[in-house]
């Protein structure tokens, strides 16, 4: 079993940065690749970013790359996501997701454990 805690969430400003970290507990994680993806009001998840077992490999959505980064410490069990230079577009619910699969996923079926979620609102 695993468990995934997202925290970091909050209020923030158009233009203003939030880091967003996700606490693994239980199975280890270093063996799979993990991702971050996010549900605003109204709309289905989407892919938000997604890093390899190692760290070696990241991706991200078109709409955040340049802006959002994704990393991970296997040895913490953290994976993280530095959001800059949010945009009211931003705004949903983000979730931090372990893969299946040790390689990069992007479809939210790829992921077999899931956590709670923490809400991201940008004012503009």
């Known amino acids: 079993q695993v468990q995934l805690v997202e925290s970091g969430g909050g209020l923030v400003q158009a233009g203003g940065s939030l880091r967003l970290s996700c606490a693994a507990s239980g199975r280890t994680l270093s063996s799979f690749a993990m991702g971050w993806f996010r549900q605003a009001p109204g709309k289905e998840r989407e892919f938000v970013a997604t890093i390899s077992w190692n760290g070696g490999n990241t991706d991200y959505a078109d709409s955040v790359k340049g802006r959002f980064t994704i990393s991970r410490d296997n040895a913490k069990k953290m994976v993280y996501l530095q959001m800059n230079s949010l945009k009211p577009e931003d705004t949903a619910v983000y979730y931090c997701?372990?893969?299946?699969?040790?390689?990069?996923?992007?479809?939210?079926?790829?992921?077999?454990?899931w956590g709670q979620g923490t809400q991201v609102t940008v004012s503009s």
């Open positions: 997701a372990k893969s299946k699969y040790s390689s990069r996923q992007y479809s939210s079926g790829e992921y077999d454990y």
